[in-house]
């Protein structure tokens, strides 16, 4: 792929073991890593739109003695339509070499021992949104088993991670709606029947296009607020980007801790 040899002249030949995409004001974790930033504006095919709270950059270096490649942004359904927006970054993660992915978002919670500021490791998810990354995908490769999609041993090194960095990280179902509007009282009701921990709007594309890509992925969630209707907060994405950093420190420390032990 020419954009993986493009890549590789700004950043280096070495493979990059592990990727992470940083959701809604958690773009803080880009800056942490020493190596190369490339903006999304200089990779052909890259999504150029993105969300404001979102850094729309790639970079490629050095965190915590792993050679990582952190997406800055992430490009959601609804602000196109398309849910395969990401395939083209991830693909390219795939082309320099990394095996793993680490997905995180901003989140709403249904659960009140989960509350803002605290994290939610995905254990599994639901896809309320009716659409799907593959369709269009000709191959038989399309048909991905989604079993065991959240890979059980990169969660438990996640696990372990934030049991050592002293971060309380419980697991849940994360649902897909596809928002933008965020979801009513009853949507929140239903989800709740429905056996859902917390809801978003991103993730659960990515997640299957991570496994249609032959990478391992686990994915968590910064809780921003409760769930609509479950608190008196009202909901708005100013909100959302000003609880992130709230749940932003411990995620940094479980993924630092995480990768430490990856060296
Ligand atoms: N719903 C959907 N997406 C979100 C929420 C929410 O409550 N909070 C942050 N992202």
């Known amino acids: 792929m020419d954009l993986v040899?493009?890549?590789k002249r700004l950043a280096g030949d070495a493979p990059v073991r592990i990727g992470l995409v940083l959701g809604s004001g958690l773009g803080?974790?880009?800056?942490?890593?020493?190596g190369?930033?490339?903006p999304y504006t200089d990779l052909s095919g890259f999504p150029h739109a993105g969300v404001s709270g979102h850094n729309p950059k790639l970079v490629i270096g050095d965190l915590e003695g792993v050679r990582v490649a952190v997406f800055g942004g992430r490009m959601h359904y609804y602000e196109s339509g398309n849910p395969a927006a990401m395939r083209l970054p991830l693909e390219v993660l795939k082309g320099l070499?990394?095996?793993s992915l680490i997905l995180t978002n901003a989140a709403g919670s249904l659960r009140a021992d989960i509350p803002p500021g605290d994290l939610m490791l995905l254990s599994d998810h639901i896809n309320l949104s009716g659409a799907n990354p593959l369709i269009g995908e000709k191959t038989d490769a399309r048909f991905v088993p989604m079993t065991d999609a959240h890979d059980e041993g990169l969660r438990g090194q996640l696990k372990a991670a934030a049991a050592r960095a002293g971060v309380d990280l419980p697991e849940g179902v994360y649902a897909w709606f596809s928002g933008p509007s965020f979801e009513t009282p009853a949507e929140i009701r239903m989800a709740k029947v429905l056996g859902i921990d917390a809801v978003g709007m991103s993730t659960v594309p990515e997640v299957i296009l991570?496994?249609?890509l032959g990478l391992k992925v686990a994915a968590i969630s910064t809780i921003t607020n409760m769930?609509?209707?479950l608190s008196d907060e009202r909901l708005s994405h100013e909100h959302t980007k000003a609880m992130a950093p709230l749940g932003a420190a411990?995620?940094?420390k479980v993924i630092r801790e995480t990768l430490r032990h990856l060296r």
Do not use: N, Q, S, T
């Open 5 to 7: 040899a493009h890549i």
């Open 28 to 34: 803080h974790l880009a800056e942490a890593v020493d």
């Open 36 to 38: 190369v930033a490339i």
């Open 97 to 99: 070499g990394a095996d």
């Open 210 to 212: 991570a496994r249609f």
């Open 227 to 229: 769930g609509a209707g």
């Open 250 to 252: 411990k995620l940094e």
